[in-house]
């Protein structure tokens, strides 16, 4: 069991640091196809997390504008107890209902990426800044998947690609702690396991995030995030059809 879970998070480690998000829409499904339930799965992808987004927002922390990332760090705070509680009340219904679930969600994200494409511009309203971190805080707590709404919102500025994933990386360890003690408060003892297995898989994790990093300096992202969405779409439809 232990070497599927390396595996996994070997590949969803790759693709973090390749395209900048999409760890745990990659990971946490195929953790579940595998037998995890849900809130496990959840806490093993925050582990790697952890790990990919640390070390990816040390390696570009010379991009980070920590003023302009306050306000989007501040913001999932609220919304996070929420997803979490939500994730608590799904956890008693059965596996396959959470496994549908998240591939659901994976589609969801991935049609609104797909059509909700707006022109990188200087600055959006504030209001959209709400509304993103609000969701993205929810998925979070709800199924570890709040990065996506990020990646959207930074996308949609002119900045250039380098900051832009610095950003993500630094708001995306932000919220790692928040979400750990809510797992670890509604599930108990079962979380701290998980996250030990995610653990034992540091050297995979690290091998990972630097070969996704490296594979930016010799493929284009015209080429990986295609790739990357034709992997997500099929992962997302396994969930809700294999169950």
């Known amino acids: 069991a232990w070497l599927l879970v390396a595996a996994i998070l070997l590949a969803s480690s790759v693709l973090q640091g390749a395209v900048g998000f999409a760890s745990g829409l990659f990971g946490i499904p195929l953790l579940m196809l595998i037998g995890i339930a849900l809130p496990e799965a959840v806490a ?10 640390g070390t990816a927002a040390w390696q570009l922390r010379r991009e980070i504008d920590f003023r302009a990332a ?11 107890p929420l997803g979490a509680l939500a994730l608590w009340w799904l956890g008693r219904e059965s596996k396959d209902a959470a496994s549908q679930l998240v591939g659901v969600v994976v589609l969801a994200i ?4 797909w059509f909700l494409r ?8 504030p209001a959209w800044e709400w509304l993103t971190f609000s969701v993205a805080g929810f998925l979070l707590g709800l199924c570890g998947m709040g990065g996506p709404p990020m990646a959207l ?16 990386y630094y708001l995306f360890i932000t919220g790692l702690p928040l979400q750990a003690l809510l797992l670890w408060l509604f599930f108990g003892a079962s979380i701290l396991r ?13 091998v990972g995030i630097y070969a996704g990093l490296a594979l930016t300096k010799v493929a284009p992202d015209r080429v990986l995030r295609p790739a990357a969405t034709a ?13």
Not at 154 to 159: G, L
């Open 44 to 53: 093993i992808s925050l582990v790697a997390a952890a790990v990919q987004n």
């Open 70 to 80: 306050l306000r989007p760090m501040l913001i999932p705070f609220a919304t996070l």
């Open 110 to 113: 991935l049609a609104v990426q």
């Open 118 to 125: 707006i022109p990188p511009q200087p600055r959006l309203h």
């Open 153 to 168: 919102w930074a996308m949609a500025h002119d900045w250039p690609m380098r900051r832009a994933r610095a950003f993500l």
């Open 194 to 206: 998980a996250m030990l297995l995610g653990l034992a898989a540091l050297p995979v994790l690290v």
């Open 231 to 243: 992997v997500l779409l099929l992962i997302g439809a396994s969930s809700i059809v294999l169950r």
